[in-house]
Nanobody, 115 residues
Framework: QVQLVESGGGLVQAGGSLRLSCAAS????????MGWYRQAPGKQRQMVAI???????IYAESVEGRFTISRDNAKKTVYLQMNSLKFEDTALYYC?????????WGQGTQVTVSS
């Protein structure tokens, strides 16, 4: 059973924007804080942004002020609006619960920023 499906990635020039989406199953989404994570080649996966069911958010320092996480509880979907993209934002982006990844990791969505 697929629990997480990420989409919306692509190739964009530095300074551009992308909006990622993550569709989750009810069992994963309904009670959990959700997060976006990313993993660049040769690096560990890191948290980018999290949002709890009430809409409170926390961001990694590297994306603060540029990225916005949101969630639609009715659609069981989490979004990540990414503005002012930088080359160093290039990575495979995933969503999952936070602080513990309770779901099987999805395929992720690739974001590539050209400098």
């Amino acid at each position: 059973q697929v629990q997480l499906v990420e989409s919306g990635g692509g190739l964009v020039q530095a300074g551009g924007s992308l909006r990622l989406s993550c569709a989750a199953s009810e069992s994963i989404f309904s009670l959990n804080t959700m997060g976006w994570y990313r993993q660049a080649p040769g690096k560990q996966r890191q948290m980018v942004a999290i949002i709890n069911r009430g809409g409170n958010t926390i961001y990694a320092e590297s994306v603060e002020g540029r990225f916005t996480i949101s969630r639609d509880n009715a659609k069981k979907t989490v979004y990540l609006q990414m503005n002012s993209l930088k080359f160093e934002d290039t990575a495979l982006y995933y969503c999952n619960t936070f602080p513990h990844a309770r779901a099987q990791w999805g395929q992720g969505t690739q974001v590539t920023v050209s400098s």
